[in-house]
């Protein structure tokens, strides 16, 4: 069983991935997410995901989550690297080619998996090379 998003309904697999889609769809798009993070747990901001996924599960519905098994998927779906590359002519970017709204939200994002994963400041540059 996973949790529906209290806002846009979309199964998340646990908490913890409830507590990121709605932190991040907040950072990246505002809209309703924010609003509702906003009103029911202020101070969401400042939060990782271990503080907020307790709070937005009991907002959040109980609710099917489907598990998709690498070995259940075709081999030219999951991460073995036996499929094709993609197409269409995507290619890296680099951060001073976005606009800056697009470079504060990657600067957020960095800044959020810094913390996550117990990094201090100044581990990285802003290309994240040490």
Aim: charged residues 30%; negative net charge; hydrophobic residues 35%.
């Amino acid at each position: 069983m996973g949790f529906a998003c209290p806002v846009c309904e979309t199964p998340q697999r646990d908490a913890e991935h409830l507590a990121n889609h709605l932190a991040f769809t907040a950072m990246l798009h505002g809209d309703a997410h924010e609003r509702w993070l906003d009103e029911t747990v202020p101070g969401w901001e400042s939060d990782g995901a271990a503080e907020l996924a307790p709070v937005v599960a009991d907002h959040a519905e109980e609710t099917p989550y489907d598990e998709v098994f690498e070995e259940s998927m075709p081999a030219d779906r999951h991460d073995g690297h036996d499929h094709a590359p993609p197409t269409g002519g995507a290619t890296a970017f680099e951060a001073a080619d976005l606009d800056p709204e697009a470079q504060r939200t990657l600067a957020a994002a960095k800044e959020m998996t810094r913390a996550m994963l117990g990094e201090g400041d100044g581990d990285a540059d802003d290309d994240g090379k040490a």
